[in-house]
């Protein structure tokens, strides 16, 4: 598994909207200029967000983004499974993956299955406020 910018720039616009939380919304502009990542790319990451419940968007003036709950309930598992797809290590252990022909005899599998464990039980035992603390 490798975490594409898409997932590594997620993580870090949750936890600067974590960080800079008000009653007001943050406009994009603002996210961009502090990460420095350009604003289209932020606003395709916020739209993916915003679809599956992450933040709370309004377009338009006086709009922009916010977190929709206490960053202790963002599981780093679960914003990287929606903005990666996966979290398998190989294809094979992907949620819809087609049964492999050599399943009965692979002799790498259950490492691959460890790994896989390992890794969804760590990014799952992290959340946005875990990410806050860590400087």
């Known amino acids: 598994m490798i975490v594409s ?8 616009v949750l936890v600067d909207m ?23 790319y932020i606003e395709a990451i916020m739209t993916l967000l915003s679809k599956n419940g992450y933040v709370d968007g309004v377009h338009g003036k006086g709009g922009g983004y916010k977190l929709n709950r206490d960053p202790s309930e963002y599981k780093i598992g679960d914003i990287l499974r929606v903005t990666e797809g ?7 252990l992907e949620k819809d993956a087609e049964k492999c022909p050599r399943e009965s005899i692979c002799r790498t599998l ?3 299955t ?12 992290l959340t946005i406020a875990d990410l806050m603390e860590k400087r």
């Open 5 to 12: 910018t898409r997932g590594r720039y997620a993580l870090r």
């Open 18 to 40: 974590a960080e800079h939380a008000s009653d007001t919304r943050i406009p994009l502009k603002e996210i961009a200029e502090r990460q420095e990542i350009s604003q289209k």
């Open 86 to 92: 996966t979290l398998a290590p190989v294809h094979c």
């Open 110 to 112: 259950s490492m691959w």
């Open 114 to 125: 460890k790994l896989d464990n390992l890794i969804e039980g760590y990014l799952d035992s």
